[in-house]
Each structure stands twice: as structure tokens, then as C-alpha cells.
């Protein structure tokens, strides 16, 4: 069976550095420190070969990857003029994985949010003219969120563009971080704040934002990619509607959205409980996807959860590579 894989990560080491160097890791009481490396650069592909097709375990998989700057934790937290600078750089760098490699590789934007107008372009110009599947966008700009219409130009290029934007998990902002995650040890703080809670909490405040802020009303032919199985939502549906549209004034229940407007990726969440409640909120697997988060985790691992589903041979492959050929055009 062949897989298409969505989030999957690499990282040049001056990219990773610059969007990693400056930002704060909480202290003991939520206090300062500055990160002066990135240590999970290591962990990273410097560059992207076709030597990656090994992962796809027997070698007769058919991956093809979408790979994507994601983390460390992106373009989003820079100055204007070096985020276009890192982000015109390491989208050059994956064109050229693209070019090279068009049966193994494909590509997420990274997209200075901070400029929407220039974001907008850079978009435009990698979907059309580099063949490109969409977007990257790690959450927050500096605590201000897609809702705000200072950022609509980058969301109204996506939608005529028809490219779906990966919304990826990024720390909350630092006084978020400071109320919330401070008060234990830096490592506890650093993984309470990230991967352990926070990012994905986040990620999921971000998406109900987009949601009650008319983003859809707007741009109803936009569509949202998240991981994790949902980010912590799958739970959480029923809950959301006892904001009716009568209260948010918008013109579909806040789930409808959840079920229109986002799909749904593994990413590393190979939890069974997890994959059920969000298959049951869906009403089925069209709007979900495969990924495994390599390489923090294992592409081995990822494929024998996807063997293993609940499901039919058909919704399977659906999963497996049906339906990101059909959202991505692939």
C-alpha cells in the first residue's frame, strides 16, 4: 500500500538557529534564559535525499513526502526582513529537492507571516510556478493569530490558490507561557509549555479563533491541515456547539466548520482511543491523513499503526494516500 506522509520534518541549521536563538524558555518561576543553540537541529536531515525512501520500510511502500520546515519554530517569531530572507532561502532549498526528486519529494511554504502581503506572494509564486502543496504556518505571528485581518491577504491567497495551509503547533506566547506553564523546573516548563500540553492546546485555540472569527464565512473554500489527531478538538465537538450561531453570529454551528474546513493528520499520535473519537466526530476517514512526525517518531511504528486501523482495505488507503492526493492535487 502506498503512504503519502504530511508531516515530516527537516531543518537546515542556519535556518533552525535563527527562528530558535532568540526565543525564552521558561525558568523555574517562569523566568527569563535565552535558548543560544538548537539542539534538535542534530536530530534533523540537513538535506533531503532520496536515500529517505528507506523509511518506507520494505522499500515497496511508494512513499512520496511533503516535507516541510515545521519547528525550532519557524519564520513566525522573526523580524520582518530576516523572516522573508529565511524564508525565500529555505523554500529555494526545497524547490530544488522538488525539481530533483518530483516522485519522492514534495513541499510546504514557509511563509513570513509578519509581512501578508509579501507571504501572500511567496505562496503564490511557490504554488504556481514550484508546484508546491500549500503552506506552513507555525502558529501565532508574535501573539497576534490568523483571525486578525491584518493576516486575510495570506489566507485569501491560499484560497484562490486552492493550497491548503498546515497550521503546525508553536509555544503559546510568553505570557501565556509565564501564567500558565511557569513554576516548575526549566525542563518540566519547557515540556509542560510544548509537546507535553501546550503546543497542542495552542493549535487548537488557534483553529476555534479562525472559527468564531469568520475566517470560513469569509473564505469558505479555505481549508485547514492540523496533526495529532486533532489537537485535543476530537474530545472537545459536542462541547463547542453550545456556542450556536445565534451567539457567535456566524452561519454554520462552530462543528460544521471542524467537519468542512479541517483535515486531520496522524503526526506521531498512534493512539487507537484517539483515532476512534475523531473517526466518530468525522462521520468517517475522508478528512483524515496519514503522517508519522519523523523523525521524532518512527516510520515503523507509524506504518504498522496504519495497518492496523479499525477500518476497510478502502477507508485504509483512503488514509494511507487517497485523501491527501485529492486535497494537495497530487
Not at 533552525?16 to 543553540?37: D, F, K, L, T, W
Not at 519522492?104 to 504556481?128: C, I, K, M
Not at 510544548?194 to 503546543?199: D, F, Q
Request: glycine share 10%.
Amino acid at each position: 500500500m502506498r503512504t503519502i506522509t504530511l508531516e515530516e520534518h527537516y531543518a537546515r541549521r542556519a535556518f533552525c538557529n535563527a527562528a530558535i536563538s532568540r526565543r525564552p524558555r521558561p525558568g523555574p518561576e517562569g523566568a527569563g534564559g535565552e535558548i543560544q543553540q538548537c539542539p534538535r537541529a542534530q536530530a534533523h536531515p540537513t538535506a533531503l535525499r532520496p536515500r529517505r525512501q528507506a523509511y518506507s520500510g520494505n522499500g515497496r511502500g511508494g512513499h512520496r513526502y511533503a516535507d516541510r520546515v515545521a519547528d525550532c519554530p519557524g519564520v513566525e517569531q522573526l523580524e520582518a526582513a530576516e523572516a522573508i530572507s529565511l524564508a525565500v532561502e529555505t523554500n529555494d532549498f526545497v524547490a530544488d529537492a522538488i525539481k530533483n526528486h518530483p516522485a519522492r519529494f514534495g513541499g510546504f511554504a514557509a511563509l513570513p507571516t509578519g509581512v501578508p502581503d509579501t507571504a501572500a506572494q511567496e505562496l503564490e509564486r511557490r504554488v504556481r510556478g514550484q508546484k508546491f502543496a500549500g503552506a506552513i504556518i507555525n502558529g501565532h505571528n508574535r501573539g497576534r493569530y490568523l483571525d486578525d485581518k491584518f493576516f486575510w491577504s495570506i489566507l485569501e491567497s491560499a484560497e484562490q490558490l486552492g493550497a491548503p495551509i498546515y497550521l503546525h503547533p508553536t509555544r503559546p506566547p510568553q505570557s501565556v507561557i509565564d501564567a500558565s506553564f511557569g513554576g516548575f523546573s526549566p525542563m518540566v516548563s519547557e515540556i509542560f509549555s510544548g509537546p507535553g500540553w501546550g503546543w497542542h492546546i495552542e493549535t487548537a485555540v488557534h483553529v476555534i479563533r479562525l472559527i468564531l472569527g469568520g475566517v470560513f464565512d469569509r473564505f469558505p473554500r479555505l481549508q485547514i491541515v492540523i496533526g495529532h489527531l486533532g489537537e485535543g478538538l476530537p474530545g472537545m465537538f459536542q462541547r463547542l456547539d453550545i456556542m450556536p450561531p445565534a451567539v457567535t453570529k456566524l452561519k454554520r454551528p462552530v462543528t460544521a466548520y471542524l467537519r468542512e474546513n479541517i483535515h486531520y493528520t496522524f503526526s506521531g499520535f498512534f493512539f487507537p482511543p484517539t483515532f476512534l473519537a475523531l473517526l466518530l466526530e468525522l462521520g468517517g476517514v475522508d478528512r483524515m491523513m496519514f503522517s508519522v512526525d519523523h523523525p521524532y517518531q518512527s516510520m515503523a511504528e507509524g506504518r504498522a499503526f496504519l495497518e492496523q486501523l479499525p477500518v476497510s482495505a478502502a477507508d485504509k488507503e483512503r488514509i494511507a494516500y487517497g485523501n491527501a492526493e485529492k486535497l494537495f492535487k497530487l
